[in-house]
């Protein structure tokens, strides 16, 4: 079966720092480009952040460029999203998602990824 499980995330105080796992099973992170979604209350899901798990290669948005940094580990068929600096407006449920072949840029965010795990709640609070 694939899938894609995100965990990682947390209670965590304005400036603090958390980092996020998706971790595939059924299938091998060889060549797909990985992107990270987030929900907020009442928001509709949005894209902010990519890796290509073949050579590493990512982007990011305006709102976490310089902020959210992404690793792969392709021995433990991982991939991490590293979030610094984080705000209260970072509060949301992350999600993962994979699609094979494809370049990380911005227009990666628009495709019309069919997939969710059950994500993973971060929560900026003081």
């Known amino acids: 079966q694939v899938q894609l499980v995100e965990s990682g995330g947390g209670l965590v105080q304005p400036g603090g720092s958390l980092r996020l796992s998706c971790a595939a099973s059924?299938?091998?992170?060889?060549?797909?480009?990985i992107v990270w979604f987030r929900q907020a209350p009442g928001k509709e899901r949005e894209g902010i952040s990519c890796?290509?798990?073949?050579?590493?290669?990512?982007y990011a948005t305006d709102s976490v460029k310089g902020r959210f940094t992404m690793s792969r580990d392709n021995a433990k068929n991982t991939v991490y999203l590293q979030m610094n600096s984080l705000k209260p407006e970072d509060t949301a449920v992350y999600y993962c998602?994979?699609?094979?072949?494809?370049?990380?840029?911005?227009?990666?965010?628009?495709?019309?990824?069919?997939?969710w795990g059950q994500g993973t709640l971060v929560t900026v609070s003081s």
């Open positions: 059924g299938f091998t992170l060889d060549d797909y480009a």
């Open positions: 998602t994979a699609e094979p072949h494809v370049k990380c840029d911005h227009e990666v965010l628009s495709l019309p990824f069919d997939s």
């Open positions: 890796i290509q798990t073949s050579d590493g290669n990512t």
